[in-house]
Structure formats: structure tokens, C-alpha cells
């Protein structure tokens, strides 16, 4: 993981040297922005998350998420996203586990040319794919997700949400009923840079009251950039949890690096 965490470092200095292409970048950056864009992507997100529990552990979360969109129709597209999360789990004072945790596999369906407002809506699914118990629920879980976002000028503002129940699986576990709503603020700049406020809020609504939520405070910054012929998004966040469950996180980082692949 720290190899990884070296990758997307090296990453994000390429992006400072001067390895840029020309003005496309600008719209590019806006499209790798939008959940819903007509646009193919691999984006590699590294979160690790500091001070859990009562030992202060440090959890990490490498989401590999590759978008691919369909062409449905000329006025509806289909946009699949698929989140395999690979994890490293703090357990007790000093164990760990790592491994692959529940895989999330959600569409939205789109208009292929929205207005003002772009919106996609479909269903999302967990599947209970971990490798280990510790990493995952062991119950199948379904529910809706919506994204809705704008674009005037520089800015894209816009909101992700779901909620997802348990309806099969492990009788001895837990059942499921969570909710995760992630807004974002992004801010345009020139050549290809961009501010950004992207935190993911979640409420586990299974949870003791007082123990169900996870808020985060906080933002970073990006660039597009170009390695030979492939452009590439690269940013990094961090993030302070103003409200959490009592071993929940302080704060968090999150790099991420996206493969762009547009049409």
C-alpha cells in the first residue's frame, strides 16, 4: 500500500513539472467531474482514515472504480459504476486484515443531452464479495441512487445519494439499512487546475442514536494532466469529521488518480 501511495504521489508531481496538453484540459476537467458524463474513466482512490478506535489505528481503503457508459438510445444514456474496494482493517491493538471488500455496482440512467440541470437515477447493489468477515457485511443489499448536478461557468455543484437495506444473506449478521450522501463543489481554474470540495457524509441506520453518523469538513485540489497520451486527473482531499461514531475516524486523506479516456 505504501508503494501505491508512492505511485499516486509521483502522480501528482508530473502534473506540477509541466507534462500538460492544450485547452481541452479545461473542458476535460469539468467532465471528469460529472458522475454521469458520457465518458469511459478509471479512477484509483487511496483513502486513509486516521485515529480509529481506542488505539488510534490508521485504516486504508484503495477504491478501484471504473466508469463505462452506454449509449441506450440517442436520448438516454446508461452510466455503470463499479467500486471494488481493497482494505486494510485495523483489528485490536496491533492485528490487521487485507483483503477485498463488498463490491458496489450501481447505473444511473441519464439523458444523453440534458439541460441546466444533469441528473442520473438508477439502482444500487453491495454484494457481499469480502474476503475476510471483518471487511465486509456478508448480506446482499440493494436500494436507489440519484446524482443531480450544474455546471455554470467554472463551477460544478452538485450532490450523490443512496440508501441501500440488506434483503439476503447471513442470518448471524447484521442486518444493512445505510445511507451515503456525498455533495461536491468543484471550482474551475486555468490550465487544467481546479479546487474542490468532495466529502462523503454516511448515516448506519442500525447503529445506537448518537453513533449513526459520519461527517466530514474539508477539500484539496486538482489537475488534468497528460503522461505521452493519456490524460489523467489527479487530486487530493483531505477531510476533518466534525460528527462520527465514538471509534470512528478524526480525519482522512484521499488521493486519487483517473485514467480519462474520452470519446
Given at each position: 500500500?505504501?508503494?501505491?501511495?508512492y505511485i499516486l504521489t509521483l502522480s501528482l508531481l508530473f502534473s506540477f513539472t509541466g507534462l500538460l496538453y492544450p485547452q481541452d484540459k479545461d473542458d476535460l476537467a469539468?467532465?471528469?467531474?460529472?458522475?454521469?458524463?458520457?465518458?469511459?474513466?478509471?479512477?484509483?482512490?487511496?483513502?486513509?482514515?486516521?485515529?480509529?478506535?481506542?488505539?488510534?489505528?490508521?485504516?486504508?481503503?484503495?477504491?478501484?472504480?471504473?466508469?463505462?457508459?452506454?449509449?441506450?438510445?440517442?436520448?438516454?444514456?446508461l452510466i455503470t459504476r463499479?467500486?471494488?474496494?481493497?482494505?486494510?482493517?485495523?483489528?485490536?491493538?496491533?492485528d490487521s486484515k487485507f483483503g477485498i471488500g463488498d463490491i458496489n455496482f450501481t447505473t444511473f440512467f441519464s439523458p444523453a443531452d440534458p439541460g441546466k440541470i444533469i441528473w442520473g437515477l438508477g439502482p444500487t447493489f453491495f454484494l457481499p464479495t469480502a474476503s475476510d468477515a471483518f471487511l465486509g457485511s456478508e448480506k446482499w443489499s440493494v436500494g436507489p441512487a440519484l446524482v443531480v448536478l450544474t455546471m455554470p461557468g467554472s463551477w460544478v455543484i452538485g450532490f450523490l445519494a443512496n440508501n441501500v437495506w440488506s434483503f439476503a444473506?447471513?442470518?448471524?449478521?447484521?442486518?444493512?439499512?445505510?445511507?451515503?450522501?456525498?455533495y461536491f463543489i468543484n471550482y474551475n481554474l486555468s490550465?487544467?487546475?481546479?479546487?474542490?470540495?468532495?466529502?462523503?457524509?454516511?448515516?448506519?441506520?442500525?447503529?445506537?442514536?448518537?453513533?449513526?453518523?459520519?461527517?466530514?469538513?474539508g477539500g484539496g485540489f486538482g489537475k488534468i494532466f497528460?503522461?505521452?497520451?493519456?490524460?489523467?486527473?489527479?487530486?487530493?482531499?483531505?477531510?476533518a469529521n466534525v460528527v462520527?461514531?465514538?471509534?470512528?475516524?478524526?480525519?482522512?486523506?484521499?488521493?486519487?488518480?483517473?485514467?480519462?479516456?474520452?470519446?
Open positions: 500500500m505504501q508503494k501505491l501511495n469539468k467532465k471528469s467531474q460529472n458522475p454521469v458524463a458520457n465518458m469511459i474513466s478509471l479512477p484509483l482512490q487511496n483513502n486513509t482514515s486516521f485515529n480509529i478506535g481506542p488505539y488510534d489505528r490508521t485504516q486504508n481503503v484503495l477504491n478501484i472504480q471504473p466508469v463505462y457508459p452506454i449509449t441506450l438510445s440517442e436520448n438516454l444514456n463499479t467500486i471494488i474496494p481493497v482494505i486494510s482493517q485495523p483489528i485490536g491493538e496491533i444473506g447471513k442470518e448471524e449478521r447484521a442486518d444493512v439499512n445505510q445511507m451515503l450522501i456525498q490550465d487544467g487546475w481546479y479546487l474542490s470540495s468532495a466529502p462523503i457524509i454516511t448515516a448506519n441506520w442500525k447503529a445506537e442514536s448518537g453513533q449513526q453518523w459520519t461527517v466530514p469538513f497528460k503522461i505521452g497520451s493519456q490524460p489523467l486527473n489527479a487530486q487530493v482531499q483531505a477531510f462520527k461514531p465514538d471509534n470512528g475516524a478524526d480525519w482522512s486523506m484521499r488521493l486519487q488518480l483517473q485514467f480519462l479516456f474520452p470519446k
